[in-house]
């Protein structure tokens, strides 16, 4: 079974920048679209970005269009690059495998990691 596990968060100043990493073991991503959601604190779980099985095509939050992209080399990690960022962007981040072509909507993935926390201050 695959295992992702995300790196790469960590504390930043408003303004500044991250890249996420989401590594996966025992398999590989290249037959899933992946997906980036964020949880912040007393909040539901939100959709960030996602990209299809061959990287093809990536969907946005309008929160974070702009500012965050999406990237993947196929294999074994997928990453969001997240500049520009803002206090409000601050949560747990988590990388997700879905079957579907590509999806926003956090039923339709399948296997989560365990989350990164980003914390970006003002």
């Known amino acids: 079974q695959v295992q992702l596990v995300e790196s790469g968060g960590g504390l930043v100043q408003a303004g500044g920048s991250l890249r996420l990493s989401c590594a996966a073991s025992?398999?590989?991503?290249?037959?899933?679209?992946m997906g980036w959601f964020r949880q912040a604190p007393g909040k539901e779980r939100e959709f960030v970005a996602a990209?299809?099985?061959?990287?093809?095509?990536t969907n946005f939050a309008n929160s974070v269009k702009g500012r965050f992209t999406i990237s993947r080399d196929n294999a074994k990690t997928v990453y969001l690059q997240m500049n520009s960022l803002k206090p409000e962007d601050t949560a747990v981040y988590y990388c997700?495998?879905?079957?579907?072509?590509?999806?926003?909507?956090?039923?339709?993935?399948?296997?989560w990691g365990q989350g990164t926390q980003v914390t970006v201050s003002s």
């Open positions: 997700a495998m879905s079957t579907y072509y590509i999806s926003s909507v956090s039923r339709e993935y399948d296997y």
């Open positions: 025992g398999g590989t991503l290249s037959s899933y679209a």
């Open positions: 990209i299809s099985r061959t990287g093809g095509s």
